[in-house]
Nanobody, 121 residues
Framework: QVDLVESGGGLVQAGGSLRLSCEIF????????VGWYRQIPGGQRGLVAG????????YYADSVKGRFTISSDKSQNTVYLQMNSLKPEDTAVYYC??????????????WGQGTQVDVSS
């Protein structure tokens, strides 16, 4: 059983930055990954960034490349999503989940509460 808890969301103006944290309670298998997903109201939950737990393989959706950075701190059992140059279209609830792959949306755990990100224009 692995639980992941998201935090760090908030309201920010366009062009601003936020850093999301995904605290992991339990053990992530070395052949798995952690992904950050987001969902807008009425929309599907999509993978925006993923990082393999064993190595430095990283994935970004085209919509966030060059603006978002995913990283992991295994000493803190935490995965971060640094979001820069935020746009109104980044407004969503952001979730993290254990993932079978670093670059494909195959979440394997249950979903947490997520953290709301609002970007004003």
């Amino acid at each position: 059983q692995v639980d992941l808890v998201e935090s760090g969301g908030g309201l920010v103006q366009a062009g601003g930055s936020l850093r999301l944290s995904c605290e992991i309670f339990g053990r992530i298998s070395s052949d798995n990954a952690v992904g950050w997903y987001r969902q807008i109201p009425g929309g599907q939950r999509g993978l925006v960034a993923g990082i393999s737990w064993a190595g430095p393989r990283i994935y970004y959706a085209d919509s966030v490349k060059g603006r978002f950075t995913i990283s992991s701190d295994k000493s803190q059992n935490t995965v971060y999503l640094q979001m820069n140059s935020l746009k109104p279209e980044d407004t969503a609830v952001y979730y993290c989940n254990q993932n079978q792959n670093y670059n494909y949306p195959r979440p394997t755990g249950s979903w947490g509460q997520g953290t709301q990100v609002d970007v004003s224009s």
